[in-house]
């Protein structure tokens, strides 16, 4: 049987970090003289105690050290227990919330989906508001650092394209693990404290300035409005949040190599290029088809479009108009960028930006070679040549991709959901984008009326969306668990 006392030694630090999180809107809470507090009290003394009595019993002797089996174990034990216990505040809260609903909004909060069951959030206490954003924030700090450090090393999905190892020094940001993961965290907590001050001063106040940059950085979607961003009716405080979501869909690897300077590899790496090509497009699409279609003004029509391309392509799913009233154009585009997802090492979910090139290329070479049978093609990516092994990777992880899709939108059927909800539904649970379509889950609903069944279900979409599929599939192999 496989060693599981690294997993849990690990996932106790991460639960006694919730719990040191959860003092955060407690304060908050007494500051306001609101008496869920308590409910964070308990909740951060229960986490605490379960986390520290996990790491303590399991500490190892020196440093961690963990095979890829214990790996995938830790990864899938982290996610499934961790919003469990996130979820507390939420059940001792004055608002309510049952088991059920509390653990949806804290496994939609840590895989930054944003799809909320939580209505008058206008009139939601501060902690809870703040707790949500907290949710996004170390969800997305968590996603960063396990896309960069541990995914590579367990090759999924064709990550170990993006694998860096320590001795080799050539054309890498950094030459270790841990600066680099160092490195995402500044840049990460940098981006934040900027969206925070450019939010405070275009006229939002300092609390949702800071909630509303959680969220965008971490490409997760909840706000403090049941409105959205429509709720305050300002061009600026909507470009800015188009600007931040962008930077939050971009690998913050590479930023950490200041962008000005010349070597910065933001200038040479061509995910980048075809993300921004993806949002430039289709904005200018929308923004076109809502001035000649829908008589929107210019100006209104390209800032709206911007805003909503980029927050569904980020997966972020903030709304500053209802794009489900835009006609049936717009909602097949947006159902499909549902799909395209942020560049690796980013806090999108989706597909991903370089799995889509290689797709492309791959297609592109198949041609060449049936016009040219004895030409020699290759798949390449940022000019260097990718091996099968990666390629095959890639293949296996989009085709598990929409099987599963499909499979949750048949299942989410059988709950009493209509095909637009539960086709929607899944696909924004897989991709971790938020909304979906339709009256029910679209921008300007939420998932409160879903039934309890079709929470379940997509909370395990969501967990298997954020963890690529195969980190969670592997472990139901009897191999997996074979000496």
């Given at each position: 049987?496989?060693?599981?006392?690294?997993?849990?030694?690990?996932?106790?630090?991460l639960?006694?970090?919730?719990?040191?999180?959860?003092?955060?809107?407690?304060?908050?809470?007494?500051?306001?003289?609101?008496?869920?507090?308590?409910?964070?009290?308990?909740?951060?003394?229960?986490?605490?105690?379960?986390?520290?009595?996990?790491?303590?019993?399991?500490?190892?002797?020196?440093?961690p050290?963990?095979?890829?089996?214990?790996a995938?174990?830790?990864?899938?034990?982290?996610?499934?227990?961790?919003?469990?216990?996130?979820?507390?505040p939420?059940?001792?809260s004055?608002l309510?919330?049952?088991?059920?609903?509390?653990?949806?909004e804290?496994?939609?909060g840590?895989?930054?989906t944003?799809?909320?069951?939580?209505?008058?959030l206008?009139d939601?206490?501060?902690g809870?508001?703040?707790?949500r954003a907290?949710?996004?924030?170390?969800g997305?700090?968590?996603?960063?650092i396990?896309?960069?450090?541990?995914l590579?090393?367990?090759?999924?999905?064709?990550?170990q394209?993006?694998?860096m190892?320590?001795?080799?020094?050539t054309d890498k940001?950094?030459?270790?693990?841990?600066?680099?993961a160092?490195?995402?965290?500044?840049?990460?907590?940098?981006?934040?404290?900027?969206?925070?001050?450019?939010?405070?001063?275009?006229?939002?106040?300092?609390?949702?300035?800071?909630?509303?940059?959680?969220?965008a950085?971490a490409?997760?979607?909840?706000s403090?409005?049941?409105?959205?961003?429509?709720h305050?009716?300002?061009p600026?405080?909507?470009?800015?949040?188009?600007?931040?979501?962008t930077?939050?869909?971009?690998?913050?690897v590479?930023?950490?190599?200041?962008?000005?300077r010349r070597?910065?590899?933001?200038?040479r790496?061509?995910q980048?290029?075809?993300?921004?090509?993806?949002?430039?497009?289709?904005?200018?699409?929308?923004?076109?088809?809502q001035w000649?279609?829908?008589?929107?003004?210019?100006?209104?029509?390209?800032r709206?479009?911007?805003?909503?391309?980029?927050?569904v392509?980020t997966?972020?799913?903030?709304?500053?108009?209802?794009?489900?009233?835009?006609?049936?154009?717009?909602?097949?585009?947006?159902?499909l960028?549902?799909?395209?997802?942020g560049?690796?090492?980013?806090?999108?979910?989706?597909?991903?930006v370089?799995?889509?090139?290689?797709?492309f290329?791959m297609?592109?070479?198949?041609?060449?070679?049936?016009?040219?049978?004895?030409?020699?093609?290759m798949?390449?990516?940022?000019?260097?040549?990718?091996?099968?092994?990666?390629?095959?990777?890639?293949?296996?992880?989009?085709?598990v991709?929409f099987?599963?899709?499909?499979?949750?939108?048949?299942?989410?059927?059988?709950?009493?959901?209509?095909?637009?909800?539960?086709?929607?539904?899944?696909?924004?649970?897989l991709?971790n984008?938020?909304?979906?379509?339709?009256?029910?889950?679209?921008p300007?609903?939420?998932?409160?009326?879903?039934?309890?069944?079709?929470?379940?279900?997509l909370?395990?979409?969501?967990?298997?969306?954020?963890?690529?599929?195969?980190?969670?599939?592997?472990?139901?192999s009897?191999?997996?668990?074979?000496?």
């Amino acid at each position: 049987m496989i060693d599981v006392r690294p997993a849990v030694f690990l996932t106790g630090i991460l639960l006694a970090v919730l719990a040191a999180a959860m003092v955060v809107p407690a304060l908050v809470d007494v500051l306001w003289g609101d008496r869920d507090w308590r409910g964070f009290l308990v909740a951060a003394l229960i986490t605490g105690f379960v986390g520290l009595g996990m790491a303590l019993a399991t500490r190892p002797e020196g440093p961690p050290r963990m095979s890829n089996r214990q790996a995938f174990l830790m990864i899938t034990v982290a996610w499934l227990l961790v919003p469990l216990f996130g979820a507390f505040p939420f059940v001792l809260s004055d608002l309510q919330i049952s088991f059920t609903d509390s653990y949806y909004e804290a496994m939609s909060g840590l895989s930054t989906t944003g799809a909320t069951v939580i209505t008058g959030l206008d009139d939601a206490p501060r902690g809870i508001l703040l707790w949500r954003a907290i949710l996004h924030w170390l969800g997305g700090i968590g996603i960063v650092i396990m896309a960069v450090v541990i995914l590579p090393i367990l090759r999924i999905g064709g990550m170990q394209l993006f694998k860096m190892e320590s001795t080799d020094k050539t054309d890498k940001i950094k030459p270790r693990i841990s600066q680099v993961a160092r490195g995402i965290i500044l840049v990460y907590s940098g981006m934040t404290v900027l969206c925070t001050f450019m939010l405070w001063v275009a006229g939002m106040d300092f609390f949702d300035s800071l909630c509303h940059a959680m969220s965008a950085l971490a490409t997760g979607g909840f706000s403090t409005s049941d409105a959205s961003i429509a709720h305050w009716k300002s061009p600026t405080i909507t470009w800015i949040l188009t600007f931040f979501m962008t930077i939050g869909g971009m690998s913050l690897v590479l930023f950490i190599t200041p962008p000005w300077r010349r070597n910065s590899p933001v200038w040479r790496d061509t995910q980048l290029r075809w993300y921004v090509f993806f949002l430039v497009f289709f904005s200018i699409l929308l923004a076109g088809w809502q001035w000649v279609i829908n008589d929107e003004t210019l100006n209104d029509s390209i800032r709206h479009a911007s805003f909503s391309v980029v927050s569904v392509v980020t997966t972020t799913g903030f709304a500053s108009d209802d794009y489900n009233q835009w006609g049936g154009f717009p909602q097949v585009i947006f159902f499909l960028l549902a799909f395209v997802g942020g560049c690796t090492g980013s806090t999108t979910g989706g597909v991903k930006v370089f799995r889509w090139q290689v797709l492309f290329k791959m297609a592109g070479v198949h041609l060449k070679r049936l016009l040219h049978p004895h030409g020699i093609f290759m798949v390449d990516f940022n000019h260097q040549r990718i091996s099968d092994a990666v390629v095959y990777s890639v293949l296996g992880f989009v085709a598990v991709y929409f099987l599963i899709f499909a499979v949750f939108s048949l299942l989410l059927s059988l709950t009493g959901l209509d095909f637009m909800t539960a086709l929607t539904g899944s696909a924004s649970a897989l991709s971790n984008v938020g909304p979906g379509l339709g009256e029910l889950i679209g921008p300007a609903g939420n998932f409160k009326t879903v039934p309890d069944a079709a929470k379940w279900l997509l909370s395990v979409e969501m967990m298997l969306g954020r963890l690529e599929l195969f980190s969670v599939v592997v472990l139901f192999s009897r191999a997996f668990w074979r000496e």
